[in-house]
Structures are given as structure tokens and as C-alpha cells.
């Protein structure tokens, strides 16, 4: 019975450590090059602050959005990357436009503030035709 007790009040003190959350990360399977495209990451802070969103492609990271910054945002060249300007990035990135340099594992990398400084990710891949 104490062991049952004691792995409740483990379990439930572990969960309530865990706050931030990723949901859903969009990125569709298959683009025709030329076309542009959304990508969405969808997270859920649960009572945390938010730190940064950082988006890669191939583990090289080509954009960043630091709350606390000013501007919050800050793009990285990178091939097959084309960033719309005039749209607010962070958790979703418009690119105007894609060619075959587009293709490949996108990753968004989501980080609550202190005293937390959860950090949740997910990927998935980009195939260009």
C-alpha cells in the first residue's frame, strides 16, 4: 500500500513539473517547388512564459523568436529558406516560395522561461517535387 501511495505522489509531482507541451507540429509531406508554404507549431505553455520558438531545417537553424528581444525576431540565411518579411514568424513560418533546396526535416524547438526552462521539439520532413 505505502509503495502505491508513494508512486501516486511521485507521478503526480513528476507531471506537474512537465508544464510546457508541444501539440502539433505542420508541416505537409509533399510540395510542388514554386509553391509557398506554411509551417505551424503548436505548443501549449500551461502557466509557463514563453522564451523562444527557434525553427531549423537539417539541424541548422534559420530563425528564432526570442520574446525578449528587440525586434523578437531574427532570420539565418539558409538554402531553400525563403522567409515572407512582412509576416509576423514565430510560431508559424510563411515562406513565399520553395524549390528542391526546400526540401528536408524542418524542426520547431519551443523554451519556457525561468525557473522552468522546459524545452519541447518536434520534426518532420519536406519532400519538394
Known amino acids: 500500500m505505502l509503495r502505491e501511495i508513494l508512486f501516486f505522489c511521485a507521478y503526480f509531482t513528476w507531471q506537474g513539473v512537465v508544464a510546457l ?35 531549423y531545417k537539417n539541424n541548422v537553424e534559420f530563425y528564432r523568436y526570442i520574446l525578449g528581444d528587440n525586434p523578437p525576431g531574427q532570420k539565418y540565411p539558409l538554402q531553400g529558406i525563403y522567409l515572407d518579411n512582412k509576416f509576423p514568424h514565430g510560431p508559424s513560418i510563411l515562406m513565399y516560395k520553395t524549390d528542391l533546396g526546400s526540401e528536408g526535416t524542418y524542426r520547431c524547438e519551443v523554451s519556457s522561461e525561468a525557473p522552468a526552462f522546459d524545452t519541447v521539439r518536434d520534426e518532420k520532413e519536406l519532400r519538394v517535387y
Do not use: A, H, R
Open 21 to 55: 507541451k508541444m501539440l502539433e507540429l505542420q508541416v505537409p509531406p509533399s510540395i510542388m517547388s514554386g509553391q509557398p508554404i506554411t509551417l505551424n507549431c503548436t505548443f501549449d505553455l500551461e502557466g509557463d512564459t514563453l522564451y523562444s520558438i527557434k525553427w
